[in-house]
């Protein structure tokens, strides 16, 4: 996932612009190769969650090793 150019970041998972998120009070951090928004990291702290991983579609996901 490359998406270190010269306009402005992003986040990497739902590919919103950081004057977007902002105007959301969203703070936009920076990784090694992508940004990633606070809602995504919520999104993916509620995935490793147990809440998540017994829900229907939790299961399935583990089923079929989407995410491991
Ligand atoms: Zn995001």
Known sequence: MKSMRNDEPYCGFCLKQN???KKDNI???AGLEAF???D???TFIF???KNFTRS???KKL???NVYS
């Open 19 to 21: 004057k977007v998120l």
């Open 27 to 29: 703070i936009l951090h």
């Open 36 to 38: 990633i928004c606070d």
């Open 40 to 42: 995504c990291v919520e």
């Open 47 to 49: 995935i490793k969650s």
């Open 56 to 58: 229907k579609i939790g």
């Open 62 to 64: 583990l089923k079929h």
